[in-house]
């Protein structure tokens, strides 16, 4: 009896153990400097989106400027990132990053956003693990819903 319950206990212990440390591996934010304040690529892996991004399962539609006006629509992309609980790490007019982390282990995932003249660019990614559930691609699209 008491070795029926010893094996799932020990399994629970170490999905939390792998958990909680892939959650401590990703707490530190790296900012970016100016020049290499750009959209990357989205690893091979199903936990992140780009507008950019020619791979089907990875790629989003980006945001469309809002009446042309670059500030007007940051401001509103701002706003919608704050709304949903985004930290926001830099704001430089042209790039946003912004860090989403999630409630249970605190897992960190990265929004970027880049304004160019006709559109804005996004990326959503998640820090570690190698699927997120779809995380980032409902994250997106409850932005751009608050951004509409």
Not at 117 to 139: C, F, P, V, Y
Request: hydrophobic share 40%; with cysteine.
């Amino acid at each position: 009896m008491a070795m029926t319950l010893a094996i799932p206990l020990a399994i629970a212990l170490l999905i939390t153990f792998y958990l909680a440390t892939l959650s401590y591996k990703t707490r530190h934010n790296r900012l970016k400097p100016p020049a290499e304040r750009h959209l990357i690529a989205c690893p091979a892996k199903p936990n992140c989106v780009s507008s950019k991004s020619t791979e089907e399962s990875n790629a989003i539609e980006a945001f469309p400027l809002f009446e042309n006006n670059k500030t007007q629509s940051r401001e509103k992309l701002l706003t919608a990132i704050k709304k949903i609980g985004g930290e926001i790490l830099i704001d430089d007019d042209q790039y946003i990053h912004a860090v989403f982390t999630s409630s249970l282990f605190r897992f960190k995932d990265d929004f970027e956003a880049e304004i160019n003249d006709t559109q804005i660019d996004i990326r959503s990614a998640s820090r570690a693990g190698t699927s997120d559930l779809g995380q980032n691609r409902k994250r997106v699209e409850k932005l751009r819903q608050l951004y509409k």
